[in-house]
Structures are given as structure tokens and as C-alpha cells.
């Protein structure tokens, strides 16, 4: 059998910041080629290698190359059958267990659409999954699918919607030793960081799955010089919201949360950066519903958007399922065990042997 | 006699943002020179020309040709006689003034140092005023000074110390669908900015002038990437002190200020990023006595800081005198008058004759 954590540690060595992902999409060409059971087509740096055998069903496992800035531990580190480094949870352990399974499994039980995309920890509009299905819907095509985003090996449901949205707030440029004559426009974020930080978390339970939303600031600038009232600043904030919501609404919700922060009449502004819609449970599907089975495990909610919610907008319901905490994902400590993997690998063998 | 409007409107069209002075000083430098009562000297971008006339006094008058950056307001603008532009009022009035009494005056009561340097605006470590008291003190030397800064044309004793501080606060990196498991370092800006904000002006009078502190933030920074809790964020501050403070006291109280929001032992930092000390009114000086006589008029605190302190600093006293309202500095309606101007000049030519 593979060692799943020497695997997972090659993919960690391979730096795939978003936008970056050549060289890791350049290995899994090379991998899954040269294997007959595998139509593999490259889009950018999208793979994605296709069974077409005929079955009656089609299932898709899909995984991003990119991972998000790293944080000190660009390098992969073992100890014992840990292993730690960026993008060891989120995900190129999934992403290992997915490799090793696609060329591993000449003959599976549905039709397998194995999808190795670039470009998900950035904004939407450079998803490669997009690319995709703009391009070439019909590599994507399947009765459901499987992202293997970091779910500590159980089946996480749906995803919550997301959204990030720039506050822009204006004042007036003055000298700062007469600051009266201005005003400070660093200083009005005051109220309005309180009021990102004093929101408090709603939660919704679809299909026996807790969903809870979140509201971080996730950037803020300003300033002119260093002896001039700044009469701009700006703070954007990302919101997870739940799947009862779609997007319009969840915008408009946030707008009345914070309306009190800011005005547009004074000439603040409200721009909405980047939103991708939220997904129901799809645990109906036989698929979803066998994935779970084959964890023996109660499934969760996915509280952090993925392509689920892709998939859902192309009417393929999807759940998420891979190894690694997700409670790690983005952390400084990020890492997966040897353990999760095999689990991983062993749950998706028995779903599509 | 020469149109002062149309003079500082010449200066005001020569862009002179910090550390880009060259084409200002080259004009200034050449105005100056072939006048058989003035030696030119020029080092860097600082032009000085002096009178040696055996006069048993010497005055310094002194300027900075820089400005800060411009907000929409780099072309000058007639509107009968008042001149809007970037610099109008500081100090590119009291530079066309100088320059024009400068040439005009071959025979004062008293030596004269014309001074004209480069990067007051910026940081003290980049000060043309500085760069000279290194290399050529002599050419600063005098028994008093007048610096021009815009003050309505009337003495503006003294100057309030100036401090600029950076404070960065550290959080722990998360995925935003799971903040719980990090700390949002932009969310803790918050008290930090309000306390800032809420901070009450202390007013002090010495010798009649009445100095107002102020503290306003000029700087925040802060993000990783739009779906990371962010794990840094900074804030800098300039606190305008009175000179009844020293640099070193001013620090340590605005650090009591704001202690209650950051923690060195949680790893924030406070860094001193640039700060230069007050000075106090010297209006018993005889040469500034006779300056405060010749406006007619009571004097007032600088609540700016201005290179006055750098001139006490080696021993000089010194005043601030210069057209332009202080209230407009850095502003974008800064303006100035031909009245103002012309006030200047008359009062200046008064003391000088």
C-alpha cells in the first residue's frame, strides 16, 4: 500500500500559492497519464482524467492544487505519523489520496471523474473550477460528486455561502496638530470594527446538520502621511452564511448589521468584492447517501464554503469528504496523520470498488 | 513692487513633494545668485544665502520648500486675489515672500541668513534642516529666527513637540469559517482606534500662548488574504505635545494613554517610529520682541511642530511668521491672500530695514 504521509509531504514540497499551481498540476498530469483506464485533459492549470466505462452512474472527486499564503511552514515536517506543513490539511492530503486511488482503481463500480483544479482559496472570479465549467462542462458532467476538502474523514454537508464586502469610509484631510478642522477617517473604524466583533454568531440545523455563520474583518488600510488627518479608510469583512440564506439576502442582512457604522450619503461606500452562494445537505442522493454509510458516522455541516456549492449551481448534488482537520485549515499548525489518510483512502476505495 | 500672488503661484506649480525638491532648490538657487550682498550656498536640495555686513546681529529667516502630497490640488488656481494650490499656504507663500525681500534688500539693519531646505514634511531623519546642522552649522548660526510657516501673519511662539508611534497587534491565523480557533488581530484595532478617538486635548498656556495637544491616528495596516483571520495589525498615532512636555515624557504618557489596548507580553509591539522635541515661546528675545511689535498684534501658541525646536535645539531662539492661514496646511482648500502676503512681507521689511 502507498505510504499516504511520504505522498502527501511530496505534494507539500510543491509551493501551489494560488495563481501558482504549474508545477503541482505539471506532477498530477504526469501521473495519471499513461494509464488506459484514464482520459486526462489539461485546461490551464486544471487536470482532470475521466473513466468511460460505461457504468450507469458517474461520480466526481474533486480537489484544489492552490493553497493560501504560507506561515512559516512552507517546509513539510514528520513526527512520528504526522505530518505538518501548508496545505497538509487543506488539501493535498486529500489530493494524495485522491492520486493514488485514480490510478489504483482500473475498474471501479461507477464511472469516476477525478478533477485536480487551481485558483480556490482566492476569489471566486479565478476559480479554476469555473474555468472549468465554462470551458468544458461536459468534463465535469456526473450524477454527484465528492470534494475532498479537509472533513477529518466524515462527511460534511452542504457549505455555507460567503461573502466579502469593502467599507470605504470618508473625512476630510487636515493637519494633525488642528485635527478640528478635518476629520479622521481611521478614527470612524473604530465603531466599526466594534460592531464586525461585537456581532454574534446565528446558527441554523438542515437535515440534523449545524450550520453556524461568522463575521471577520479580514483587511483594513488608511492613511496619508504621518502628520495628516487620513480622510479615507477602508476595512473588508468576510461573512459565512448559512444555507437557508442565498446571497442577495445575506448581503442585505449584513448591510443592516453594520448599517449604523457607516453612510453613503456622507460618501462611504459599500462594494461587494466577492460572494459565492451556500449549498443545501444533498444526503438524499444514493451516492452521498452510501459515502456516508461507508464512514459509519453521523454526517456534519461544512461550515466554510467550498465547490459543493459549484457543483449544486450545475444541479450535481456533492458533499464533502477527505482527510485532515478542517479545524486546521489556514492555522499555522496545520498538519494531517497517517491515520486519516488511510481512513480516507479506505472509506472512497469501498464506495467506488 | 512685486505681485506676491503671481510670485507664489510660480513656486506652487514646481511640484516639491518631499524628497523631489530639485527643480524648486534650482530655481530658488538661481534667484539668489549674482546679488553681490548674498553668498549662495547650496548642499543637496537646501539653498542658504547670508549677508556678512558686520552687523552686530544676524536673523535667520528660514523655510521648507517641500510639500506634502498633493489631493487634487496640484495646479494653482486664481479666484481674485486669494490663490488656492498645493503649498499655497505651506509654505510656498512665505518662500515667495522670503525670496523676494531676499533680493530686495541689500542693506539690512541686521545680517541676514536666508534658508531654504528640503523634507521638513517627512520623518525628522530625512530633514534638510538637520542635514545642515551636520554638515554646514555654520551657515545656520544667528542670534535669532524666523521661520515661515503659515501663521496669518502674525508670531506664533514656540512649537508643540511631535511623537509618531506604530502600534502592532498580534492575533493567531484561522480560516474564517472557524475563527474560534484563531484571533482576529483587526478586530482588537478597535478599542485601540476608540481610545484614540475618545482621548480628551489637554491645553496648556505659557507666557500668554495657550498650547492644545492632539492625538490622531494616521496609519493602519492589517489583512492575510480574504478568507484568513488575520494574525497582525498595526496603528500609528502622531501625538502633538506641549512644550511644557519632553519627548521622552510625551511617549511614556501616551503609552498610559493606551496601555489598556495592547499587551507587550502578548507579543504587540509599540515602536517609536519618528518623534522631535518642543520648544518653549521665546518672545523675550529682542529681535522677536521687535518682530511681535511690528505685527501690532498679540502673538499665539504653534500648535504644530516646525523646525523652531530645531533651532532652539543649538541655541537659537526662535518664533514662527509667515502669510497663510495654519488652519488650511495640508488641506485641500488650502489658499493664501495677496493681503496676507503682502502683510508679511511689509511687517518682515520692517524688522529688516
Same mark, same amino acid.
Given at each position: 500500500?502507498?505510504?499516504?504521509?511520504?505522498?502527501?509531504?511530496?505534494?507539500?514540497?510543491?509551493?501551489?500559492?494560488?495563481?501558482?499551481?504549474?508545477?503541482?498540476?505539471?506532477?498530477?498530469?504526469?501521473?495519471?497519464?499513461?494509464?488506459?483506464?484514464?482520459?486526462?485533459?489539461?485546461?490551464?492549470?486544471?487536470?482532470?482524467?475521466?473513466?468511460?466505462?460505461?457504468?450507469?452512474?458517474?461520480?466526481?472527486?474533486?480537489?484544489?492544487?492552490?493553497?493560501?499564503?504560507?506561515?512559516?511552514?512552507?517546509?513539510?515536517?514528520?513526527?512520528?505519523?504526522?505530518?505538518?506543513?501548508?496545505?497538509?490539511?487543506?488539501?493535498?492530503?486529500?489530493?494524495?489520496?485522491?492520486?493514488?486511488?485514480?490510478?489504483?482503481?482500473?475498474?471501479?463500480?461507477?464511472?469516476?471523474?477525478? #478533477?485536480?483544479?487551481? #485558483?480556490?482559496?482566492?476569489?471566486?472570479?479565478?476559480?479554476?473550477?469555473?474555468?472549468?465549467?465554462?470551458?468544458?462542462?461536459?468534463?465535469?458532467?456526473?450524477?454527484?460528486?465528492?470534494?475532498?476538502?479537509?472533513?477529518?474523514?466524515?462527511?460534511?454537508?452542504? #457549505?455555507?455561502?460567503?461573502?466579502?464586502?469593502?467599507?470605504?469610509l470618508?473625512g476630510?484631510?487636515?493637519?494633525?496638530?488642528?485635527?478640528?478642522?478635518?476629520r479622521n477617517a481611521i478614527h470612524r473604524l473604530g465603531?466599526?470594527?466594534?460592531?464586525?466583533?461585537?456581532?454574534?454568531?446565528?446558527?441554523?440545523?438542515?437535515?440534523? #446538520?449545524?450550520?453556524?455563520?461568522?463575521?471577520?474583518?479580514?483587511?483594513v488600510e488608511g492613511g496619508v502621511?504621518?502628520?495628516?488627518v487620513p480622510d479615507a479608510a477602508s476595512v473588508?469583512?468576510?461573512?459565512?452564511?448559512?444555507?437557508?440564506?442565498?446571497?442577495?439576502?445575506?448581503?442585505?442582512?449584513?448591510?443592516?448589521?453594520?448599517?449604523?457604522?457607516?453612510?453613503?450619503?456622507?460618501?462611504?461606500?459599500?462594494?461587494?468584492?466577492?460572494?459565492?452562494?451556500?449549498?443545501?445537505?444533498?444526503?438524499?442522493?444514493?451516492?452521498?447517501?452510501?459515502?456516508?454509510?461507508?464512514?459509519?458516522?453521523?454526517?456534519?455541516?461544512?461550515?466554510?464554503?467550498?465547490?459543493?456549492?459549484?457543483?449544486?449551481?450545475?444541479?450535481?448534488?456533492?458533499?464533502?469528504?477527505?482527510?485532515?482537520?478542517?479545524?486546521?485549515?489556514?492555522?499555522?499548525?496545520?498538519?494531517?496523520?497517517?491515520?486519516?489518510?488511510?481512513?480516507?483512502?479506505?472509506?472512497?476505495?469501498?464506495?467506488?470498488?
Open positions: 500500500m502507498t505510504d499516504l504521509l511520504a505522498a502527501t509531504a511530496e505534494l507539500v514540497g510543491i509551493p501551489s500559492l494560488s495563481h501558482g499551481e504549474g508545477a503541482l498540476a505539471d506532477l498530477v498530469e504526469e501521473r495519471l497519464r499513461d494509464h488506459d483506464w484514464l482520459e486526462v485533459t489539461r485546461l490551464g492549470d486544471n487536470v482532470v482524467a475521466r473513466t468511460s466505462l460505461g457504468r450507469p452512474q458517474r461520480l466526481v472527486l474533486a480537489g484544489h492544487l492552490d493553497t493560501v499564503p504560507p506561515n512559516h511552514n512552507e517546509e513539510p515536517k514528520f513526527e512520528g505519523d504526522t505530518l505538518w506543513g501548508i496545505g497538509a490539511a487543506d488539501m493535498k492530503g486529500g489530493l494524495a489520496v485522491m492520486l493514488d486511488l485514480a490510478v489504483a482503481t482500473p475498474s471501479p463500480s461507477v464511472d469516476l471523474t477525478w #478533477c485536480f483544479y487551481a #485558483c480556490e482559496e482566492v476569489g471566486r472570479a479565478d476559480s479554476g473550477l469555473l474555468e472549468l465549467w465554462r470551458a468544458r462542462p461536459d468534463l465535469l458532467a456526473g450524477d454527484a460528486a465528492i470534494l475532498g476538502e479537509p472533513t477529518g474523514a466524515l462527511v460534511e454537508a452542504g #457549505c455555507q455561502g460567503t461573502l466579502k464586502v469593502k467599507i470605504s470618508r476630510v484631510r487636515a493637519h494633525t496638530a488642528r485635527p478640528f478642522t478635518g465603531p466599526l470594527l466594534d460592531a464586525v466583533a461585537a456581532w454574534e454568531s446565528r446558527t441554523v440545523v438542515l437535515d440534523g #446538520c449545524t450550520y453556524a455563520e461568522q463575521l471577520q474583518a479580514v483587511a502621511a504621518g502628520n495628516v473588508s469583512v468576510n461573512f459565512r452564511y448559512a444555507p437557508d440564506r442565498a446571497l442577495a439576502d445575506a448581503e442585505e442582512y449584513l448591510r443592516q448589521v453594520l448599517r449604523g457604522s457607516f453612510c453613503e450619503d456622507e460618501g462611504d461606500a459599500w462594494l461587494l468584492i466577492d460572494g459565492a452562494d451556500s449549498a443545501p445537505p444533498s444526503l438524499g442522493h444514493p451516492l452521498l447517501a452510501a459515502l456516508v454509510d461507508a464512514t459509519g458516522a453521523a454526517p456534519r455541516a461544512k461550515v466554510g464554503w467550498t465547490d459543493v456549492a459549484s457543483f449544486w449551481e450545475h444541479g450535481v448534488p456533492a458533499a464533502n469528504f477527505g482527510p485532515g482537520d478542517p479545524l486546521l485549515a489556514h492555522h499555522p499548525d496545520e498538519r494531517v496523520t497517517r491515520a486519516q489518510l488511510e481512513r480516507a483512502r479506505t472509506v472512497l476505495a469501498a464506495l467506488i470498488a
